[in-house]
């Protein structure tokens, strides 16, 4: 009951706040600036497209969490929740999943446009755009679970707003791109699934030891 | 049980009564409108317990001992007022109470239930209202209490009939769809009030609660303290406000440098305070012959104040009013005209810097 409860006023928190408007305007303004720069370019849109929100949108959920976390525990905000019957991991998880939905829907919506100029644009078949996008969408999604969590353990750690904001910049984003880069450093065949097992598994991890510091911290 | 329930079609207010947990069906005797309400079901109180009991604990900040074997016990209905200087370790011992902080030793139990490890069942009877109270500043205050409530175990349909109920007491109707970040520093202390008494705890602990509070609602939030006292809520609070805490208060402690300096109700603080009994008199004319009242039985000596209001000292043992008799006689058989007489109070205020000193001493 309290984690829908909490899950459902983030999620509403979340999607009517000015960032999130910007983002759900600004990723798919990019895939049209993307569509604009790369005219020449052989690789199809939505895959472009896909690639570049994976950046994008991930250091955007990261930063997002990480400054939200930060600014609650300092304007202690945390205090009427944790004096109640309720578990502290579901303040953690249901800000982890607002943010991934609502950063996701915005790639979905990214992603769309550089499907429909693919389709508009070449002669195949829209069902082989979607399975040739399938992969990269999925691998966009896993990076961007990823960087959300290490916006909760930043979040969870960090001292001040600047000191989070610069770690997400400089460290976060390496732990993100880890899934993406381990498959082609060992040479694996197929890198999708990969990249997916890998995006759980450290996104669980990263997760549970935000909830362990989280459980130990004191307000 | 009974509760005042108000018809949301015509205003009009019905007490109805019912058993708790119950829910039964109304119709509204003026405007005939009918509607369900459910009566919420009381929590196990073990009243032959404490509701709180501190067992010597300790907190150390690093090398600071910040608390220094803390032990008191709170019971049902008791108004608890926890004074001390910046830094005394109020903040602390509260923090450890509702378990936001832990302790470095010692016990403390919530209704029976040992803190930390049982905190979520504690949980259930606490109502806290933090030194510096903050909401998620997107939410609307209406949002925002119906969120604590609803996290702090109450009918669905009780939540609102109650938060309208607090928000009147408090005059915050018109701010009721306002943004958290559209209202001013007093009227988030007083949301922030009204979160911590929403769900009728059984212990309501305050940080500061009459901080930036204008002169009236201190006034309500104090008359709020005593109705729950009333009721058997036990109220503990820790307040710099000294003149509130002797308003309202039926048990005092002093706090310095994390240990306890003095406890227990502000007739005992004062009794080890007052020395010397002592009787005020401002007279409007005085005579020569004023000073016979050195000659009375149990009269120490008299201290001239002004020109015309004096302090006289008197012996501890003696009896206030048969002295404060013989004066009046005695007076008047002088021909001196009395303005005024009464034995002296000492404030809170003289008593907390008496404590102080004393500690300081030690």
């Not at chain 1, 509403?12 to 408007?21: L, P, T």
């Not at chain 1, 005219?39 to 472009?48: C, H, R, V, Y």
């Not at chain 1, 707003?161 to 880069?181: A, D, E, K, M, T």
Request: charged content about 20%.
């Amino acid at each position: 009951m309290s984690f829908s409860l909490i899950f459902k006023d983030e999620l509403v928190g979340f999607y009517k706040s000015k960032a999130m408007i910007f983002l759900w305007i600004g990723l798919p303004l990019l895939a049209i600036l993307v569509h604009v720069s790369s005219q020449t370019s052989d690789m199809s849109l939505s895959i472009l497209v896909s690639l570049v929100v994976s950046s994008i949108g991930g250091l955007l959920a990261s930063v997002m969490l990480t400054v939200n976390i930060i600014n609650e525990k300092d304007t202690r905000v945390y205090d009427l929740f944790l004096i109640r019957p309720l578990k502290r991991w579901h303040i953690l998880v249901s800000k982890f999943l607002a943010v991934y939905i609502c950063v996701s829907i915005a790639c979905i919506l990214a992603i769309s446009i550089g499907l429909l100029v693919d389709y508009s644009e070449s002669q195949i078949a829209f069902e082989i755009i979607i399975k040739n996008i399938f992969e990269p969408f999925m691998m966009t999604l896993a990076v961007i679970a990823i960087s959300s969590a290490v916006g909760v353990l930043i979040g969870v750690v960090a001292p001040s707003i600047l000191v989070g904001v610069l770690l997400v910049i400089f460290g976060g984003q390496y732990i993100s791109s880890i899934p993406s880069i381990i498959p082609f450093v060992f040479n694996i065949e197929n890198p999708f699934t990969i990249v997916l097992i890998l995006g759980i598994i450290i996104t669980t991890l990263l997760m549970s030891l935000s909830i362990l510091l989280f459980n130990k911290k004191e307000f | 049980m009974e509760k005042k329930i108000k018809c949301t079609k015509c205003g009009e207010i019905t007490t109805v009564s019912g058993n708790p947990g119950e829910t039964i069906t109304v119709t509204c005797p003026s405007c005939h409108a009918i509607g369900k309400i459910t009566f919420e079901k009381i929590q196990i109180y073990k009243s032959e317990e404490p509701i709180v009991q501190i067992k010597n604990i300790s907190k150390k900040y690093k090398d600071i001992l910040a608390l220094n074997n803390v032990s008191f016990d709170l019971k049902k209905g008791e108004i608890f007022g926890y004074i001390g200087p910046n830094g005394a370790g109020k903040t602390t011992t509260i923090k450890i109470l509702v378990g936001l902080l832990n302790k470095t030793s010692g016990q403390v139990f919530i209704n029976g239930y040992e803190m930390p490890e049982q905190k979520s069942q504690a949980h259930k009877f606490i109502g806290y209202l933090p030194q510096q109270v903050a909401f998620q500043q997107w939410r609307t205050l209406n949002h925002a209490l119906t969120t604590f409530a609803k996290l702090s175990g109450m009918q669905k349909n009780s939540i609102q009939p109650k938060i309208n109920e607090l928000l009147e007491t408090m005059d915050l109707t018109k701010f009721k769809n306002k943004k958290i970040n559209q209202l001013s520093g007093g009227t988030i202390q007083k949301v922030g009030i009204i979160q911590a008494i929403l769900h009728n705890p059984y212990l309501l602990i305050l940080d500061e609660p009459l901080n930036g509070l204008d002169p009236e609602s201190r006034y309500q939030v104090k008359q709020i303290f005593k109705d729950l006292s009333k009721k058997g809520t036990t109220v503990f609070f820790s307040s710099h406000i000294l003149s509130d805490v002797e308003d309202v208060a039926t048990k005092i402690c002093i706090l310095d440098w994390g240990k306890i300096l003095k406890i227990g109700t502000l007739d005992e603080l004062k009794t080890e305070f007052v020395k010397e009994k002592q009787i005020e008199i401002i007279l409007s004319k005085k005579t020569e012959k004023f000073k016979e009242i050195n000659n009375l039985i149990g009269v120490q000596n008299i201290l001239e104040k002004s020109d015309n209001k004096f302090l006289i000292n008197i012996d501890k043992t003696s009896d206030s009013d048969e002295i404060i008799h013989n004066i009046i006689k005695t007076l008047l058989k002088n021909d001196c005209r009395i303005r005024s007489i009464a034995p002296t109070n000492p404030a809170l205020d003289e008593i907390y810097q008496y404590y102080l000193r004393k500690g300081g001493d030690k």
